[in-house]
């Protein structure tokens, strides 16, 4: 007979044991620590469905979050693979954002200055839509390959002469594929066998001299600092911090050579060089640092999800109207999480609108719909965005209460 968890996020005794019996995918080492539980949530978050019913029938998952004592790396173990497909067109890039694409021209920019990429080759695994490798390709490399089993022909008019697409997975057959840079962008964090994986990045990388890796991942300190319960999908199987991401670059042979924080301190970056033996940089957390932060986030996440719950629920007692400010992944999370009802969920990005969340079952809809709705409080989903929201609302002439995750 299995407890049930009784509060929002809780480890159930059974799975504490669970994950005490499972191996860390990063380091390999054996008893792994829950500190975080949830079932029922959308298997993969970052899709958007055509219906109400589709949304509603889509497959749910569960997570279990348990950290390394060794490593620090952070897994779920229920993950489950036969319930994610990549093959489905998803709709992940944040390209529409014009701080996002900032964000990108600028990494793209370093990245062809530092490593002197102008004629050289690149291999991207996991390039989704091929955003980022096409920039690279305006920035003057010679050839980029990119690969994705989710990649989509072109939707737009850029110059595509200099990049090619497998729309495949990556795997143990492809170490051949190489690139003067090997790029993996937003794309660790859906792997769970990491240690295997980056052993075949580093294979490939090994196949040009002189090459170097280029990893960049969601940052998950903050996740565990703020309890940001928003920022677990299903889907994220591995979760990394600056030291982990360092430990489990190292592991697999590789020397890291820059490591840093990026896009406001969301997202990892790391660069590493083929050569085992490198240092232990200042900027990397320890394991024990991490755990600390862990049972950190299992003591505020319950506390936030009812902070959200009461919120919406004050707001919407009052006769007034909610809206969520982004269609994707955190949305759904969040959603789903906080069981909140009769909120409006709005996206810049058109290929969203008229969609339908996973797990929710909300439909995105285009900001326009607020001059209808005319919320009383806006809850944009990544406070990154916050002023971009702040003005765009000004010109509706709207002025609720924006307060963000
Ligand atoms: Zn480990």
Known sequence: MTSRPTAAGEVAPASAGEAARQSCHACGAGGLVAFYEVGGVPAQTCVLLDSAHEAEAYPRGEILLAYCGSCGFIQNVRFDLALVDYSKPTEESQAFSPRFTEFASRLADELVHQHGLDGKTVLEVGCGKGDFLELLAERGIAFGLGIDPGYLPNRDEADTSRVEYRR??????????????????????????????????????????????????????????????????????????????????????????????????????????????????????????????????????????????????????????????????????????????????????????????????????????????????????????????????????????????
Not at 281 to 296: G, N, V
């Open 168 to 405: 495949e997975w990556y795997g143990a057959g492809d170490t051949h594929l190489t690139g003067d840079l090997v790029l993996s962008r937003h794309l660790m964090e859906h792997v769970p066998n990491v240690g295997e994986f980056f052993g075949w990045l580093v294979e490939s990388a090994m196949q040009t001299p002189g090459s170097v890796m280029f990893t960049e991942v969601p940052d998950t300190t903050r996740v565990l600092a703020e309890g940001a319960f928003w920022d677990v999908y299903h889907e994220h199987c591995s979760y990394f911090t600056l030291g982990s991401l360092a430990r489990a670059l190292r592991a697999a042979g590789m020397t890291v050579t820059g490591l840093r924080y990026g896009f406001d301190d969301q997202y990892l970056l790391a660069q590493s060089v083929p050569g085992a033996g490198g240092e232990v940089r200042e900027e990397e957390d320890t394991p024990d640092q991490i755990a600390e932060l862990a049972e950190h986030f299992a003591r505020v996440t319950a506390d936030r999800v009812g902070h959200w719950r009461s919120t919406i629920a004050d707001v919407q007692a009052g006769g007034g109207a909610v809206a969520v400010w982004g269609g994707g992944s955190k949305a759904a999370a969040f959603l789903t999480s906080v069981e909140a009802d009769d909120v409006t969920v709005v996206d810049i990005n058109p290929h969203k609108q008229g969609k339908w969340l996973p797990g929710s079952a909300v439909e995105v809809r285009s900001p326009e719909v607020l001059l209808e709705v005319r919320p009383d409080l806006v809850i944009p989903m990544n406070p990154i965005y916050v002023d971009e929201i702040s003005t765009d609302l000004d010109s509706m002439g709207l002025a609720p209460r924006v307060e963000a995750l």
